[in-house]
């Protein structure tokens, strides 16, 4: 296996990278985090219609690129170096995996080429008020009725949920538990008995949202995969997500050491530049080997992903609980190196911070990603 990028895509990182700091910079980032929606229309639709990033992993057939999942971690990286305010995540990361994932293709060529162009904005509502992670969070029911579904619940934690057009939702037959009886349903947000409300969140780069479900009727055909058989789907959709906001964290992590690397030149005390001191460059060489750990275990994740190689259901928990580790390490020490300057709000040092602090939490924090990968290799 060779972990090196192509040619193609080393440039493919660069035109992102060159487009980021153009429209993601830290006053475009503060702006949009004042917002309702949390992103720039103007700039998703640049996304998806001239660069095409949402349609990078998406089968030709479905009305995208035919890339593989090494090319969307190349972009995830930058994304987080950034804090690309989008939608980006949610609809590609989440819902056009878990489309992707099932085994309706009518629903595949239905709803992934909007997906594809950036015009649908789709989301995963899966996780509940319960905050677990586990298939036996899934409380919300699912209730055949005269050849429909009738859904009820309440789902929290859902990124871009008061946005989206398009809800994937997770519900469970009643009466059954764990993986057993869960079902995946593609349902248009603007369907009767579906509500929004926009939470309070620490991380305001990254909007989030509660999901009502008040005898919302579905049919039968909006279903991903057949009824209650949809968690070894829904499973493998999460260890992608990991994957991808593992490279994700690697690019916060790594801006985060640039700052503190940078500052610690620049900033002198006792006549002398703070990063000549020894406490300083311990702290940068700690972080400068948990960055590239990190990026390490995020490639190998990113190719298991692109191969749909059987170590991905190991490597994804492994990459997303070291790569949370080492970013809201990073973020701390960035903090920590910029003194009493970093605690303020001008500085960005507390935006990675937060988004560190919920990177971290979002599909599982590490404790829970090291319990599930040492139940999934028999420990």
């Keep these: 296996m060779n972990f090196a990028f192509t040619e193609e895509q080393e440039e493919l990182r660069k035109s992102a990278r060159s487009f980021l700091e153009n429209y993601s910079s830290s006053e475009r980032v503060r702006e949009m985090m004042e917002t309702e929606s949390g992103y720039d229309k103007e700039v998703w639709t640049r996304i998806g219609q001239e660069l095409g990033w949402p349609s990078l992993h998406i089968p030709e057939e479905y009305g995208g690129s035919g890339f593989s999942y090494v090319e969307l971690i190349a972009v995830m990286e930058e994304m987080g170096t950034t804090l690309l305010c989008s939608p980006f995540f949610s609809s590609v990361c989440l819902a056009a995996n878990a489309l992707l994932q099932g085994s309706n293709d009518k629903l595949k060529k239905e709803h992934l080429p909007g997906i594809a162009s950036g015009d649908t904005i789709a989301t995963l509502a899966f996780t509940e008020p319960n905050g677990r992670w586990g298939a036996d969070g899934i409380t919300s029911t699912a209730v055949s009725d005269g050849g429909d579904f009738l859904l009820n619940g309440v789902k929290s934690f859902v990124i871009d949920g008061h946005t989206a057009q398009l809800l994937i939702v997770a519900a469970r037959t009643?009466?059954?538990?764990?993986?057993?009886?869960?079902?995946?349903?593609?349902?248009?947000?603007?369907?009767?008995?579906?509500?929004?409300?926009?939470?309070?969140?620490?991380?305001?780069?990254?909007?989030?949202?509660?999901?009502?479900?008040?005898?919302?009727?579905?049919?039968?055909?909006?279903?991903?995969?057949?009824?209650?058989?949809?968690?070894?789907?829904?499973?493998?959709?999460?260890?992608?997500?990991?994957?991808?906001?593992?490279?994700?964290?690697?690019?916060?992590?790594?801006?985060?050491?640039?700052t503190s690397v940078e500052y610690a030149k620049v900033r002198v005390q006792f006549g002398r530049p703070i990063g000549s001191f020894q406490a300083i460059?311990?702290?940068?060489?700690?972080?400068?080997?948990?960055?590239?750990?990190?990026?390490?275990?995020?490639?190998?994740?990113?190719?298991?992903?692109?191969?749909?190689?059987?170590?991905?259901?190991?490597?994804?928990?492994?990459?997303?609980?070291?790569?949370?580790?080492?970013?809201?390490?990073?973020?701390?020490?960035?903090?920590?190196?910029?003194?009493?300057?970093?605690?303020?709000?001008?500085?960005?040092?507390?935006?990675?911070?937060?988004r560190a602090k919920s990177a971290e939490i979002f599909l599982g924090d590490a404790t829970y990603h090291r319990e599930l990968l040492a139940q999934r290799i028999g420990l």
């Excluded at 579906?194 to 999901?211: F, G, H, P, W, Y």
């Excluded at 702290?283 to 992903?305: N, P």
């Excluded at 609980?321 to 809201?328: N, T």
Aim: glycine share 6%.
């Design 174 to 258: 009643e009466g059954t538990t764990g993986t057993d009886g869960v079902s995946l349903f593609a349902v248009p947000a603007d369907t009767a008995g579906v509500s929004s409300r926009a939470l309070n969140t620490m991380d305001l780069t990254r909007k989030q949202a509660e999901i009502t479900l008040e005898n919302v009727r579905v049919p039968s055909n909006a279903l991903l995969t057949d009824a209650g058989a949809a968690w070894p789907a829904l499973s493998k959709t999460l260890d992608l997500a990991a994957v991808a906001l593992a490279a994700e964290q690697v690019g916060g992590a790594q801006r985060c050491l640039d």
């Design 281 to 354: 460059k311990h702290k940068c060489a700690d972080m400068l080997l948990e960055v590239e750990s990190a990026r390490s275990a995020a490639y190998y994740a990113g190719w298991a992903a692109a191969e749909d190689n059987e170590e991905l259901s190991t490597v994804a928990p492994l990459a997303k609980a070291y790569c949370s580790d080492a970013y809201f390490h990073c973020a701390a020490e960035n903090i920590q190196i910029h003194g009493g300057i970093g605690f303020t709000w001008e500085h960005d040092a507390h935006l990675y911070f937060k």
